[in-house]
């Protein structure tokens, strides 16, 4: 059975840190490419990062872009998304998703995806 769980969601303080994991069962990090999307209420969905099955190589949306980095450990069958210096602007329900290609994240084509983790940045 194929699942992704997530954690790590907080309240945190403007200029603060997180840490999200995404722990997936199912099938291996060989299999999918695994990116981190967001959604606030009243806003559309959003892809925020994700890192390519086959290479490793990572991708960033330009306004996470040097504040966000996404990791993988695959003993551990588990993708991370490091947050620094976070803004109010980035409060949202947190979701990883599986997928095939780099194009099918830009374009929201998720083969799986978990329930969330919910993201505050406030004072």
């Known amino acids: 059975q194929v699942q992704l769980v997530e954690s790590g969601g907080d309240l945190v303080q403007p200029g603060g840190s997180l840490r999200l994991s995404c722990v997936v069962s199912?099938?291996?990090?060989?299999?999918?490419?695994i990116g981190w999307f967001r959604q606030a209420p009243g806003k559309d969905r959003e892809g925020v990062s994700c890192?390519?099955?086959?290479?490793?190589?990572?991708y960033y949306m330009d306004s996470v872009r040097g504040r966000f980095t996404i990791s993988r450990d695959k003993a551990k069958n588990t993708v991370y998304l490091q947050m620094d210096s976070l803004r109010p602007e980035d409060t949202a329900v947190y979701h990883c998703?599986?997928?095939?290609?780099?194009?099918?994240?830009?374009?929201?084509?998720?083969?799986?995806w978990g329930q969330g983790t919910q993201v505050t940045v406030s004072s």
């Open positions: 998703a599986a997928f095939q290609t780099i194009i099918d994240f830009y374009v929201a084509r998720y083969d799986y």
């Open positions: 199912g099938f291996t990090l060989d299999d999918y490419a």
């Open positions: 890192i390519s099955n086959n290479d490793g190589r990572t």
